[in-house]
């Protein structure tokens, strides 16, 4: 069965410590999406990547970088922790970068609170 | 930018009812995906549609898409428990770089 997997479902961190938020896919995927879920504003997308080394923003980037150092792992960093990142973060990845019959395949998310 | 609008923002039906979720883009749609997310969980991909009238069905679910009203509705046949859940409709963004998703509907199924 094919999988992303997010390293932690539940985080907890300090305000300005540096977080980690792990994504691994096993299906080749070249395309790879962070996205952040609060209630009221939906799915917002921070960053995607396309490539091993590629990074692009997203809509609301501030806050966060991420790293692509292999094909199948996308790294989400929170350089300083603050409150209002207190959110459930989504990782996807897909086949292809626009139009896919099978859309994204997406990670069962991580709940990070910031305290 | 193109957003995704979704009705109702919940509902609640009786198990064995009908019912109908819909998703109205602000701009033309060249391809709407539907997904459903189990509350804290990940999103499960339900089905696409693509061309304008196509329909898709998918157990008791089946979606459609009128491009002219740049508009898909969601129906349910004969609710069950199992179909409660967050369902999200998404669509490419305009710039073509990724998906964007609609605020969701959260549907409870009372037996």
């Known amino acids: 069965d094919v999988k992303v997997t997010q390293s932690s479902r539940y985080l907890v961190k300090r305000t300005g410590e540096k977080v980690f938020l792990e994504c691994v896919q096993d299906m080749d995927h070249e395309n790879m999406f962070w996205y952040r879920q609060d209630p009221g504003l939906g799915l917002r997308l921070i960053y995607f990547?396309?490539?091993?080394?590629?990074?692009e923003k997203g809509d609301i980037p501030e806050g966060y970088s991420v790293s692509r150092e292999k094909k199948e792992r996308f790294s989400l960093i929170l350089e300083s922790a603050s409150t209002n990142q207190t959110s459930m973060y989504l990782c996807?990845?897909?086949?292809?970068?626009?139009?896919?019959?099978?859309?994204?395949?997406f990670g069962s998310g991580t709940r990070l609170t910031v305290v | 930018s193109q957003e995704l609008e979704q009705s109702p923002q919940s509902l609640i039906v009786q198990e064995g009812k009908n019912l109908t979720i819909n998703c109205t883009s602000s701009?033309?749609?060249?391809?709407l995906y539907w997904y459903k997310q189990k509350y804290g969980e990940g999103l499960i991909f339900l089905m696409m549609l693509q061309k304008g009238g196509e329909e898709k069905s998918h157990e008791k679910i089946t979606a459609k898409l009128d491009e002219k009203k740049q508009q898909s509705s969601l129906h349910i046949t004969a609710s069950q428990p199992s179909h409660a859940g967050i369902y999200l409709c998404g669509a490419m963004n305009q710039a073509g770089t990724a998906l964007i998703f609609g605020k969701g509907t959260t549907l409870s199924v009372s037996s």
């Open positions: 701009k033309t749609l060249y391809g």
């Open positions: 990547s396309y490539d091993v080394k590629m990074k």
């Open positions: 996807a990845s897909s086949s292809h970068p626009t139009v896919t019959n099978y859309g994204y395949t």
